[in-house]
């Protein structure tokens, strides 16, 4: 399960729509993949398609789809979104991450 925050939420349904999503029927596709300065970084994008092996999440009234490998770093991470002056954008608080780096935007096990 990802959890997804009120501030999150908030950010996420304001992109979608800006990009021609409807966050009451698509979904925020959630990944993992090699690079970033501590080994793994995070993916984020818009997606209408569920495909197969993906796991569907829905949190916050936000719709979410992970591939089955992703899921396997994800779980139990929440999506928070950190705006401001000194904001970083969209953060990924996740318990399985032994390391990250300073952005937050990678991480390692």
């Known amino acids: ?18 990009d021609g999503f409807d966050a009451a029927k698509d979904y925020v596709r ?11 970084s995070y993916e984020l994008d818009f997606d209408n398609q569920i495909q197969e092996g993906d796991k569907v999440f829905e949190d916050n009234s936000v719709r979410i789809i992970v591939d ?15 705006g401001g002056l000194n904001g970083k954008g969209f953060v990924f608080n996740n318990p399985n991450a032994q390391r990250t780096c300073g952005c ?6």
């Open 1 to 18: 399960m990802i959890k997804v925050s009120e501030s999150a939420k908030r950010k996420v349904v304001t992109l979608m729509t800006e």
């Open 104 to 109: 937050g935007e990678s991480f390692s096990l």
């Open 30 to 40: 959630v990944g993992v993949k090699s690079g970033g300065c501590s080994g793994l």
């Open 68 to 82: 089955k490998k992703s899921f396997l770093y994800l779980v139990g991470t929440t999506l928070e979104y950190s």
